[in-house]
């Protein structure tokens, strides 16, 4: 008996739309939170130092935190420009006392999953995400600078950070199609 060959499987098409848009480079992705982690880090920061001279912060955590932070070899800090976790650690281990933006209660606990989300993004950074994610991430951050009382000039910048990358995506997307002939 002649053993038949059968036909090899050949692997299923993929289509443009299984595969995750990602048109922005990793150097544009680096900058963009880049941007992101900074304004966060100086905007809680400045909600931290406000509840610290208001006597809103309990001094034996700032000092832990601070000592946890010595004890793992880390470069010293001014004020509490420690990292987005660190900072949102301490933030929410004074969350009681702490004075936020007059938000409800869904409205807070919203920015608090979007500050968790932008932290988790930022460390460790990785930079081949997704439009979508970028996007999300850029019009999430007006929301969280909202709670944690940013200046109005910080929420301008993250609103226009916001616009330029949505502007930077349509482009490169524009520029691809373009060059595939769409």
């Known amino acids: 008996m002649a053993a038949t060959s ?3 499987p050949r692997p299923a098409p993929v289509s443009p739309a299984a595969h995750p848009v990602i048109s922005l480079d990793p150097a544009f992705q680096a900058y963009v939170l880049g941007q992101i982690e900074g304004i966060l880090v100086a905007s809680t920061n400045g909600v931290l130092l406000h509840s610290g001279k208001m006597g809103r912060l309990d001094r034996g955590v700032v000092e832990q935190v601070a ?3 010595q004890e793992a070899g880390r470069t010293p800090v001014v004020d ?3 990292d987005c976790q660190t900072q949102r650690q301490l933030f929410l281990r004074h ?3 702490v004075k936020f933006n007059n938000l409800d209660n869904d409205r807070f606990a919203h920015a608090l999953e979007l500050w968790s989300a932008l ?3 930022l460390s460790p950074r990785v930079l081949c995400l997704t439009d979508m994610v970028i996007l999300g991430h850029v019009y999430a951050l007006p929301e969280v600078l909202r709670m944690l009382r940013a200046p109005e000039a910080t929420r301008v ?3 226009d950070l ?3 990358v ?3 995506v349509d482009s490169r997307k524009a520029a691809v199609a373009n060059m595939a002939g769409i």
Do not use: K
């Open 6 to 8: 059968a036909p090899s």
């Open 67 to 69: 000592a946890d932070w």
């Open 80 to 82: 509490f420009m420690y």
């Open 95 to 97: 969350a009681a006392t």
């Open 119 to 121: 932290v988790a993004a």
């Open 157 to 159: 910048a993250a609103r």
């Open 162 to 164: 916001g616009r330029r």
């Open 166 to 168: 949505a502007a930077e």
